[in-house]
Every structure is written in C-alpha cells, then in structure tokens.
C-alpha cells in the first residue's frame, strides 16, 4: 500500500507555473529518483513534500490523510527532507547538529530523552561519523559533511525520506559510499527513499524505479531499464545520450560524447 | 562535554558581583558597612530607594535588550540584525520626540506621557513591519528587515522634521531623551511592569531556544525539520519586539548592547541558544549596569546619559573584535 501518495499536485510561485498536475505514489521501502533537466521542478516538488511550500493545489496524502491537516511537526515525524547544498556557518557541533534532527519528537520542556540520545548515536554509527561527533559541522570536508547531514534526517527516524542532490559534490568514493548507505537504509529499515539526482547513472543502477520530470509534469514513470533507451531520454533531457551496456548490470549507462565525434 | 556550563557559572557570579556592587557606586560612594547601623539615613536612603531600583531597571533592561538582539539575530541568520533594526528605537524616539513636542507631562495610568507614547510609537512599527511582511506569501525574513529598515528612515525623517519646526528648548530635551538614561527611575514602581515583561519574554525565548537553533541554520532546514515557520517567526518578532518596546519607552534607545552582549556571548558558550539566551541576558544586564555606573560616577555630580557610555564603549569594542577575530557567525573556538 502506498504510504506517501500525491494526486493532482500543482504549484506557482509569482503567477508562474512550476509544477502541474503531478500524480504518483511511494511504497514502503520503495527507493525512487526523481531526475530531468535543471528548471524541472524537482527541488520544488521535494519542498511541497516536504511541507515546505504550503500553498500548492491538489492532495498529498499518508496513509491516506490529507498532509495539509497534518502540523509542520507531526509531519516533520513522516517526511524527513535533506535540501540541497545546505551551508552551516555557525558553528555547530556534529552531535549538536544531528540531535536538532529530533526536533519534532522532542518538548521544550525536557532534555533530550534517551531515545533521543539512541536515535542520533545510531545515526551517527550508521553513516560512520560517530567518532568525529565533536568536531564543527563546518571544518568537516564535503564527503564527511554530506554523511552527517544524512545523520541529521535519519536521527528524525521517519518511514520516507526525501533527498535533494545528495551525493552532487562528493568524489567517486564517497559518492559511492553514501550511495550504498542509502541502499543499507533501504532495504534495513524499509524506509522509503526519493532522491532527487543529475547522476542519471546511479539512479538507474540504485532505484527500483525512476520519475522524471520536465516543464513541471512526470513525463516518465517507471523501472530503470525502460528509461535508459535513447527515445525517452531524449524525450525527457532534448538530447540524444551515448549509451553502452554497464559490465555488471544488465542496463545500459549514459557516456559522455566527445566533441565531433558520433552521435 | 559541556563546557558552555561552567563559562556560564562564571558569568552568574561575575553578574552577581556586579549587582551587589553596583549601588555602591556613584557621585557619592556608599560604605556597605554604614547600611546596616542606622546612622546613616541618608546613605540608606540613597543606596534603597534610588540606587538599588535604578541597577535593577539597568540590569533588566540590559537583559531584555541582550536577548530580543540574539532571538532576531538567529532568525534573520545576521550578526547585525537587532529589534533596533527593525525601526523599534526610532518609532519609541517618534512617540516620545512627538510627546515632548506638545508639551504632554502628565501622567497617564500612573506612568509619564512620553513613555506611553514611545511604547506607542514602538508599538506602531511593530504592526506595520509585520503587516508589510504579511502583504507577502511567506512570511520571509528578508522583507521584515527591508520594511523595518524602511519603517526606521520613515521614523527618523519624522523625527528630524519635528526637531527642525518647533521650540529649541523642547527639542533639546528631546534630543536628550533620545540619548537614553536610567535617571528617570525613581523607586520601584518602573520594575513593577518592566521586570515582568523582560523575565516573561526572555523565558519565551528561551522555550523557543530549539526554534531559535534552527531558524539560524536557515528556513528550509528549520521547516523540515518540522518547526512551524509562520507561528515560530511572528512568536519571535512580537515577543522580542514587545520586550525591547517596553525598554526603550522607559530608558530611551540605548545603542549596541543588542549587538554586543549577543556577539561576546557565542564566543564564550557557542551557538547554542540554550546557553546562548541565559549567557547573553547575564552579559547584557552586567554590561548596562555597569555602563550605567560608570554614566552617574565620571562628571559627578553631573550625569552622563548611558546612551553615551555603551557607544563610547560599544563602537570601538566592536571594531576592535572585527579587527581581531573572525565574525562570531563565523567563528572557531
């Protein structure tokens, strides 16, 4: 059954249209990317998820309840999201960070409970950052960064969770690394992943199934080795990709061209 | 490891220090000895009824200042931001400048007029500023500061037409009142509603020190990590904004402890604001009470407003921090 199911979801911003008309639904521990062009409306679509923008048209519903009832926090204990590139200047700790995470199960009026306390060690153990929970968020590196920010909304412990871009400005290394925590989440806590992603390669190679967006409107829904074909990734990007058969999986993969040559 | 918690037990000592002192302190300096034998009425009578409610006032203000400054400096994400940014100080100076301009010395519900009408003027710029920001869909933190930048020039245009058109003598005395001064507290009957409005809105503040957390690190972050941003960000503009009018109607806008107490406080116990509201309440309040001190000690018997003495002492401090060290928002221990 579908936990997250978003039916009819339009939004403007000034008058302009940036999403139309979006219908789908995510199951439990489904892991889906969200991919298109730049100017697509992924990372707004995310937001209104996420709750962020609050005035759009249309239904999102949990467990068939309708999210614009629930409150920012009740909903912040459902849907965690982690935004793109998101900078931290002052000067937090790691652990500090990561336990604001729990925000929305906490009260003003107590200190973090034990719970508490388990959910972000865990979240610090699982994404392999424990050991510099003390260190300021801000003089980590990108990849160590990336995996406590990851942290932060796994210590919300929510069953879906919405990632903006999240392994965009990491190496290989670490880019596979946090892909493959990402796939560990997944399938351990059956928590239901959209990833939001430019790296068309590993969506196909990670998810279950790919949404893509274009103009505001899910021009493709569905498994991986359907969209990898020349057709619909033109039809999705406005360009014809170069694709040759991955070595190990069974799908082809997107190569960059080189000027001149064929295509 | 907490090792915000015993930077903090120092500063409650050092603040207790200061305010057992402080009365003492003054054109005539007071022996604590003498209090207590009854031979000295006078003294007494000095060190109880003017001194002592007067550093109270002082601490409070210092207090309420200190902490509506860190509250809207983590929700507008800006080391520089302050109620006094928001037009604040200039609508409570318009209300008082106007009061004083039509002659209005009364007392009205046992409080002076000019102090009524600059907790109008206050009052007034609150409201506009936050329904200019309402004119907008989201309730964005950067339109609150244009209106409130916009609503200060406007006060102070006022301002300056007023002092231009009327009678010196009375826009002098205005002009005095603009400076900022303790001096008008006279008993205790000022604490009686300053003290709860500044303890209520610095413990509100506090309660929203989780908010105040994530509203610094931006609002995206803040909203999905489920606080109410609408709710949260008019709670923080209203009660910061009500506390600070509450101050400035009574002691006139006195400059940079809004900025200063909240910036040597994150370099003493960090970003947090679970200890940054209580350190920077603690520091703000020592800090006024003693500015003021030395205000009524270095012309006795004449007096310096302490207006005067937080800029004299603010600005260079200021300078010579930036010149130092990296800005607080930017700041490694």
Same mark, same amino acid.
């Not at chain 1, 604001?100 to 392999?128: C, K, Q, W």
């Not at chain 2, 506009?128 to 989201?138: N, S």
């Not at chain 2, 709670?235 to 200063?260: E, K, T, W």
């Given at each position: ?24 639904? !995510? ?124 942290? +932060? ?9 919405? !990632? ?60 991986? +080795? ?38 | ?78 080391? !520089? ?10 609508? +409570? ?241």
């Amino acid at each position: 059954m579908a936990i997250l199911a978003v039916r009819g979801l339009s939004f403007a911003i000034a008058g302009q249209t940036i999403l139309e008309n979006v219908t789908f639904e !995510l199951d439990r521990g489904e892991f889906v990317s969200l991919v298109g062009p730049n100017g697509a409306g992924k990372t707004t679509l995310l937001r209104c998820l996420a709750l962020v923008h609050r005035n759009w048209q249309g239904e999102i519903l949990w467990h068939g309840r309708a999210a614009k009832r629930a409150s920012q926090r009740e909903w912040a204990r459902f849907v965690a999201y982690l935004p793109q590139e998101e900078r931290v200047d002052i000067p937090y700790t790691v652990e500090d960070f990561v336990l604001m995470g729990r925000y929305p199960h906490g009260s003003p009026f107590s200190p973090p409970s034990p719970r508490d306390i388990e959910a972000v060690r865990e979240a610090l153990e699982l994404t392999n950052t424990w050991n510099f929970r003390h260190r300021l968020v801000r003089t980590l590196s990108g990849g160590e960064r990336q995996r406590v920010m990851l942290a +932060a909304v796994l210590a919300q412990q929510t069953p879906v969770l919405l !990632l903006d871009e999240a392994t965009t400005f990491l190496d290989f290394r670490h880019r596979e690394e946090v892909q493959h925590l990402l796939e560990k989440i997944n399938t351990q806590r059956q928590v239901a992943i959209l990833a939001v992603t430019h790296d068309i390669n590993t969506a196909a190679l990670f998810s279950r199934r790919i949404l893509a967006l274009r103009d505001g409107h899910i021009v493709f829904d569905g498994p991986p +080795a359907t969209f990898m074909q020349e057709s619909i990734l033109q039809e999705v990007f406005g360009f014809r990709p170069l694709l040759v058969d991955h070595p190990q999986a069974c799908i082809p993969v997107i190569v960059p061209t080189r000027s001149g040559g064929e295509p | 490891m907490k090792p915000g918690r015993s930077t903090l037990t120092i500063l409650v000592v050092g603040t207790l220090v200061v305010l057992a002192a402080a009365p003492l302190v003054g054109p005539r300096w007071i022996d604590p000895g003498m209090l207590w034998n009854g031979d000295n009425p006078l003294e007494a009578r000095i060190f109880w009824d003017i001194r002592v409610p007067r550093v109270l006032v002082g601490f409070l203000a210092g207090m309420g200042l200190a902490v509506g400054g860190t509250a809207y400096q983590a929700m507008f994400r800006n080391p !520089l931001a302050s109620p006094f940014t928001l037009g604040l100080a200039s609508g +409570a100076s318009l209300g008082a400048v106007l009061a004083i301009h039509l002659g209005w010395n009364k007392l009205l519900w046992g409080t002076p007029a000019v102090t009524v009408c600059a907790l109008m003027g206050a009052g007034v710029t609150l409201v506009v500023v936050y329904g200019l920001t309402r004119l907008r869909a989201e309730l964005s933190v950067a339109t609150m500061l244009l209106a409130g930048v916009a609503m200060s020039f406007l006060n102070t245009s006022l301002i300056l037409v007023l002092q231009y058109a009327v009678d010196p003598v009375r826009a002098f005395h205005a002009f005095r009142w603009m400076l900022g001064g303790l001096e008008g507290t006279l008993g205790y009957r000022d604490i009686l509603w300053l003290g709860p409005v500044v303890l209520a809105g610095t413990f509100i503040l506090w309660v929203l020190r989780r908010e105040l957390n994530l509203l610094s690190l931006g609002d995206e972050w803040a909203a999905a990590r489920g606080v109410s941003l609408r709710t949260v960000k008019t709670l923080i503009l209203f009660v910061s904004g009500v506390m600070v009018a509450a101050i400035v109607a009574h002691c006139g806008p006195i400059g940079f402890v809004c900025l200063i107490a909240p910036h040597i406080s994150r370099q003493l116990v960090g970003p947090q604001h679970t200890r940054l509201v209580p350190a920077a309440a603690l520091l703000g309040g020592a800090f006024l009470v003693i500015s003021d001190s030395v205000a009524r000690t270095v012309l006795a018997p004449a007096e310096i407003p302490v207006g005067v003495i937080t800029a004299i002492l603010g600005g260079p401090f200021f300078l010579w921090l930036l010149l130092t060290r990296p800005l607080s928002w930017e700041w490694v221990p």
